[in-house]
């Protein structure tokens, strides 16, 4: 079953600290992984996906396929990275199937 | 440009009742979709629309939930009668191009449901 799990509800760090949000799947194809990003009083907006490998806001993720990992990293937490963060794996019908989501604390 | 537009914002009924929820998508986007969230879970598709066909509707609780998308741009979702369950958030979001291509999803700011 296609699947995607974020272990952890609820992550804080302080300012300046590194950030790993955990993120695994479960597909049997070849997935497409994004993280969105839902910042307070906001609509939930793309983040960044694996296919265009790129930093966005200092954050990176790299598609691990033996691991079934797509971690979101960034090594210098921001107070303005705080949101919730939603790992989601798109299927072959372009559905979106999302994680539970981790919010992200990060105090001064 | 205002993105995603859905209305209500807020919804509170008492359960047996009717209730419906309306979304503009961007302006172009043909492709429109309808998401349930309920609290501390991250959104589930509930349909999708391919201009006016609804493409995906597998995860739709037809027995109670229904939806259109006349002359494939606003669509309404509609829940009839509605259930303490059915307490959610919904979002719409729509993208420019169907399943080739990595189209990106915009959401609109969703409508929150409480049922009574």
């Known amino acids: 079953a296609q699947r995607v799990t974020q272990p952890e509800k609820l992550l804080s760090v302080f300012k300046g600290a590194p950030v790993e949000l955990k993120c695994n799947y479960s597909?049997?194809?070849?997935?497409?992984l994004f993280w969105y990003v839902q910042y307070s009083r906001q609509r939930l907006q793309l983040l960044l996906r694996h296919i265009s490998r790129e930093s966005i806001k200092g954050f990176t993720a790299d598609l691990n396929k033996g691991e079934t990992s797509f971690h979101l990293k960034k090594p210098f937490a921001q107070e303005e990275d705080s949101a919730m963060y939603y790992c989601a794996l798109k299927d072959g019908s372009d559905k979106l199937i999302f994680g539970t989501g981790t919010r992200l604390q990060v105090f001064p | 440009e205002a993105g995603v537009v859905q209305s209500p914002r807020y919804k509170i009924i008492e359960k047996k009742q009717p209730v419906a929820f309306w979304c503009n998508p961007i302006?172009?986007?043909?492709?429109l979709y309808w998401y349930r969230q309920n609290l501390g879970q991250g959104p589930e598709l509930l349909i999708r629309y391919e201009n006016e066909e609804a493409v995906d509707d597998s995860q739709l609780p037809k027995d109670r939930f229904s939806a259109e998308r006349l002359k494939g741009v606003d669509s309404t979702l509609k829940i009839q009668p509605a259930e303490l369950g059915d307490s959610a958030v919904y979002l719409c979001?729509?993208?420019?191009?169907?399943?080739?291509?990595?189209?990106?999803?915009?959401f609109g700011p969703g409508t929150r449901l409480t049922v009574l």
């Open positions: 979001a729509s993208s420019p191009l169907g399943v080739a291509g990595n189209n990106e999803q915009f």
């Open positions: 597909y049997s194809g070849s997935p497409e």
């Open positions: 302006s172009g986007h043909n492709t």
